[in-house]
């Protein structure tokens, strides 16, 4: 499992600079964080059961919290404050982040949802 050496909240960008031990780097985006965020209130509890969020491009990080040696739980200024990202998922987000992306731009379309630029 990858794992963090270091994470930079670049506030004015709103994106998020990791930098695994394996060399991976990526930027993410606080609205993609947001709207991929591993809590059950956006994943549901199973299959099928996923919210689609929306309204999130203006959201930013409020606050950084580490829990254990394994995640860090990311305190959103639109209130959202529950899923713990892990190493996995973090890296997971950064190495599929275009095609995620994507997904999320054709559910918003398909649900009639404009985001704006």
Same mark, same amino acid.
């Given at each position: 499992?990858?794992?963090? #050496? ?12 990791? #930098? ?39 959201? =930013? ?9 394994? =995640? ?46």
């Amino acid at each position: 499992m990858p794992v963090p #050496t270091d994470i930079c909240l670049h506030r004015q960008s709103r994106l998020l600079e990791l #930098t695994f031990d394996d060399g991976f780097r990526c930027q993410l985006p606080c609205e993609y964080l947001r709207v991929y965020s591993p809590s059950a209130e956006v994943r549901g509890h199973g299959p099928g059961q996923e919210v689609l969020q929306t309204g999130k491009e203006d959201v =930013a990080i409020d606050d950084i919290k580490p829990v254990g040696n394994y =995640a860090v739980k990311l305190v959103f200024d639109d209130g959202h404050d529950s899923g713990l990202y892990d190493w996995d998922y973090l890296y997971s987000l950064g190495q599929n982040q275009q095609a995620n992306w994507e997904n999320y731009l054709q559910r918003l379309a398909a649900a009639g949802v404009e985001r704006k630029a």
